[in-house]
């Protein structure tokens, strides 16, 4: 059974940058489209981004954040990375990833749209404060 582990968290000064990982434990992630999603205290869970599977797999991020984050897999650590820069306090939550198996679908939006979801980590926080 697929277990994912988010790691990377922590504390960043606004305007920062952090990177996120989502791993499991060295499980080839090829085959999957994973989206990230954070959790601010009081709010609803919402998408952050997401990856397709595939050799070119096709990222997706909101466009209002297009130029803070980037989504990206690692294939030699087996991981899905999310960079983000430019934080702002808004951005404190915890992190999560999850995974869809879609092997032949690019589009991580259709493949996380359509489910099911294989696996959900257990979350990351990242805290930004002065």
């Known amino acids: 059974q697929l277990q994912l582990v988010e790691s990377g968290g922590g504390l960043v000064h606004p305007g920062g940058s952090l990177r996120l990982s989502c791993g499991a434990s060295?499980?080839?992630?090829?085959?999957?489209?994973i989206g990230w999603f954070r959790q601010a205290p009081g709010k609803e869970r919402e998408m952050v981004g997401c990856?397709?599977?595939?050799?070119?797999?096709?990222?997706y991020t909101d466009s209002a954040r297009d130029n803070a984050i980037i989504i990206y897999r690692d294939n030699g650590n087996h991981t899905v990375n999310l960079q983000m820069a430019s934080l702002k306090p808004e951005d404190t939550a915890i992190y999560s990833c999850?995974?869809?198996?879609?092997?032949?679908?690019?589009?991580?939006?259709?493949?996380?749209?359509?489910?099911?979801?294989?696996?959900w980590g257990q979350g990351t926080q990242v805290t930004v404060s002065s």
């Open positions: 060295g499980l080839r992630l090829d085959g999957y489209a």
């Open positions: 999850a995974a869809v198996w879609s092997p032949n679908e690019r589009n991580c939006m259709i493949a996380l749209g359509k489910g099911p979801y294989s696996a």
């Open positions: 990856i397709g599977s595939g050799d070119w797999p096709t990222p």
